[in-house]
């Protein structure tokens, strides 16, 4: 998945400062023309004040942009905490160990020719990698678009995008490994009037990636936000840790990660594999901390711009104040699509508001209609009264092009203080049309402001995300891995079963049969009907071959199935090893559900739930989870699957035992945990899951070691 094949994190930080922090920078490669590679950093940084020593390093001039230039890195008159380099491909090694012998803490390498051109170019990366480890200098790069932090006038990057604007004041930062594309984003959120006053770009990832800026934006005070562009990932486990660490400080982290995956895997040999494939378990790693993902550079900056104003409401119940009754509708609409709960207004209070404009919509949304405008004091009184009842943690008020004139905004700004002032737990929101000053005289008061009511819906429930995410404890519980010695090899479904029940995950009654006669016994023994399969560690889809026979209701069908089922194993899997027919009590009237577990490369042992059927494979309604989790955690994600009113009891059916399925859910990511160095994946499918009756059951099993 990373961007390179190239190990990361060389070195121990030895140093406290992070990676932007520095008193004295040099410049390798310095040039007198601004508008150059080496020219722009410092041009940059004389604009911007920088606070600390600059020195240009060039063995052709004496002066740099009025600066005293030096001919090579033995001659510059100190030790630069940080090193631009800027020279060609080839030159970069020997500046680099040039830089490590005068004991430099970091060089951000913008040269570009290493391993995004080809394996020549990888080789030369590597070099890079041996040079950095042998005298203790961490890289950002190669191939970066550098970093800059406004607050102390850093620049050590060449984007062009500074020939436009300069930073905002802000507390968002971001970290990204596409350097052309942070500078987007910086540049439309500048167009925004959003503050980005930090961002790290860390290109081929030689050795610095992004999860190590992270880290380092959440131990800088100043940075409240911090937005993260991914195309892969080099280090999973700092990623994580990262994650943890942002949301132990709660700080929010936007994601936008390209490159997704496709679901389905061909070679994968069960539906828990293909079904959780790459995206969906990042998704599912993003869920366990206080992160969100973006899907565009609007919805990224929407939700980062949204979080800066450090309101996060710990549930989802949003009231809408609106002069406009279409608008509440569309408002209304989303919320609903996004999950976004609107409670209706209680009767107290929808009377009160009554009482105050008898034509006015009071329900939630509650159209005050444009009387507001004609009587600004409504404002107060209509939020104010939707607040009292403590009913809503975030209020979206719609006022449109009104709300942006000047003579509106005189009178109606104050009233909507004051309420802003009353309840300053709450997220307060405006959709209105209005110019830069106006706008950010409504952001000093403490609205977040958008333009479009949809994009503020969405903003509104991905901070209310957040704040559920910060709420929540660590959902990953400690464990010990084992080694399990009966499997060494893959085993057939009966003994994957009995694995599975010293796990805690019990199954219908069953035995195996070597024989039609002991077969029919066992019928006998559980009642019928009964199902009858065909046991091989080699037949993984036996439905596939006809190796699955329902409602067998007699002894002489038994006598006839179990001929009939070695008979399919020998003209479809010829050379399968069979080690007898699995004889089980037919269960009826179920709902069938899946558990699953993916081992993935990345993220270790992934487990999934979800019901059986069209449900998972064709609506991919399922939920994931890193192992191992508890069985609280294990409910709360069954109950989030979308079709989680069929286990609560659709038309007149009792629910099933829903904590028995989370507690064989959470015995599974048990398992998975324990045995991960031995199991590939894990499928429990069915579990049969009896409505009105105690308890579920496994019906199949399949295990990949």
């Not at 890193?626 to 699957?641: D, G, H, Q, Y």
Request: aromatic share 6%; glycine share 8%; net charge negative.
């Amino acid at each position: 998945m990373g961007k390179s094949d190239t190990v990361t994190n060389l070195q121990p930080e030895t140093s406290t400062k992070k990676l932007w922090e520095a008193d004295s920078i040099a410049i390798i490669g310095a040039s007198n023309d601004p508008l150059r590679i080496g020219g722009r950093p410092i041009s940059y940084m004389l604009q911007r004040n920088y606070k600390g020593r600059i020195y240009p390093v060039n063995p052709k001039q004496e002066t740099i942009q009025g600066l005293k230039a030096y001919p090579n890195v033995d001659a510059l008159p100190e030790t630069p905490d940080i090193a631009i380099i800027a020279v060609a491909s080839g030159m970069v090694n020997q500046m680099l160990a040039d830089l490590g012998k005068r004991g430099t803490r970091l060089a951000v390498i913008l040269s570009a020719g290493f391993s995004e051109v080809g394996e020549e170019g990888k080789q030369m990366q590597e070099e890079l990698i041996a040079t950095a480890k042998k005298y203790g200098i961490r890289v950002l790069g190669p191939n970066t678009l550098g970093l800059y932090d406004d607050r102390q006038g850093l620049f050590s990057t060449f984007s062009s995008a500074f020939e436009l604007y300069w930073p905002q004041p802000g507390s968002i930062a971001i970290a990204s490994q596409s350097g052309a594309f942070a500078l987007h984003i910086f540049c439309s959120a500048r167009n925004r009037g959003i503050g980005i006053p930090l961002c790290v770009t860390t290109g081929n990832e030689a050795d610095i990636n992004v999860a190590e800026a992270m880290i380092d934006m959440v131990r800088d005070p100043e940075i409240q936000v911090i937005g993260v562009y991914l195309e892969g990932l080099s280090d999973p486990e700092k990623f994580t840790e990262a994650l943890k660490l942002a949301k132990q400080h709660r700080k929010p982290v936007v994601v936008m990660k390209t490159g997704r995956s496709a679901i389905g895997q061909v070679a994968a040999q069960s539906h828990t594999a293909s079904i959780a494939g790459d995206d969906l378990v990042f998704d599912a790693v993003l869920k366990e901390y206080a992160a969100v993902r973006a899907y565009s550079p609007d919805e990224f900056l929407d939700i980062a711009y949204m979080a800066s104003k450090k309101v996060y409401p710990e549930r989802d119940a949003l009231g809408v104040i609106t002069v406009s009754g279409g608008a509440g509708i569309l408002i209304s609409d989303v919320a609903e699509d996004m999950n976004l709960p609107m409670p209706e207004l209680e009767e107290g209070a929808q009377k009160q508001l009554k009482e105050a404009l008898s034509f006015a919509a009071v329900k939630n949304p509650v159209d005050c209609t444009a009387q507001v405008i004609n009587q600004p004091a409504l404002a107060d009184q209509f939020l104010s009264t939707m607040l009292e009842t403590g009913q809503y943690t975030s209020i979206l008020g719609f006022f449109a092009h009104a709300a942006g004139t000047a003579s509106i905004e005189a009178k109606l700004r104050p009233e909507l203080r004051k309420a802003v002032s009353k309840y300053p737990d709450a997220l307060f929101t405006l959709s209105l049309i209005a110019e830069k000053d106006t706008i950010a005289r409504y952001e000093a008061d403490g609205f977040a402001v958008f333009e479009d009511p949809v994009r503020a819906v969405r903003a509104i429930k991905a901070i209310g995300t957040l704040g559920a995410a910060f709420k929540k404890p660590d959902a990953l519980l400690p464990f010990e891995k084992k080694t399990l010695d009966t499997l060494k090899t893959t085993p057939d479904e009966a003994q994957a079963k009995r694995l599975l029940e010293e796990a805690g995950l019990q199954g219908v009654p069953e035995a195996v049969a070597n024989d039609a006669g002991q077969a029919g016994r066992l019928a006998e023994q559980f009642g019928f009907p009964v199902v009858m399969k065909i046991l091989s560690p080699d037949i993984k889809h036996k439905s596939e071959i006809g190796g699955v026979i329902l409602n067998v209701n007699s002894v002489a069908e038994v006598h006839e199935n179990y001929g009939l089922l070695l008979q399919r194993a020998a003209d479809h899997a010829p050379s399968a090893n069979i080690t007898g027919v699995l004889v089980a009590k037919q269960i009826n009237n179920a709902v069938e559900c899946i558990m699953g577990v993916k081992n993935d490369p990345s993220f270790g042992p992934v487990a999934m739930f979800g019901l059986g059927g069209i449900h998972v494979e064709v609506l991919k309604d399922v939920v994931l989870h890193r192992c191992p989790f508890s069985p609280e955690t294990a409910k709360e994600l069954i109950l989030n699957i979308k079709s989680a009113a069929i286990l609560q009891g659709v038309r007149g059916k009792p629910a099933v035992d829903i904590d028995a399925l989370a507690e064989k859910f959470s015995r599974l990511s048990i398992f998975a945990a324990q045995t991960q160095d031995q199991v590939k994946s894990v499928e429990v499918n069915p579990v049969l899951a009896v409505p009105g009756e105690k308890g579920c059951y496994v019906a199949d099993a399949l295990i990949e070691v």
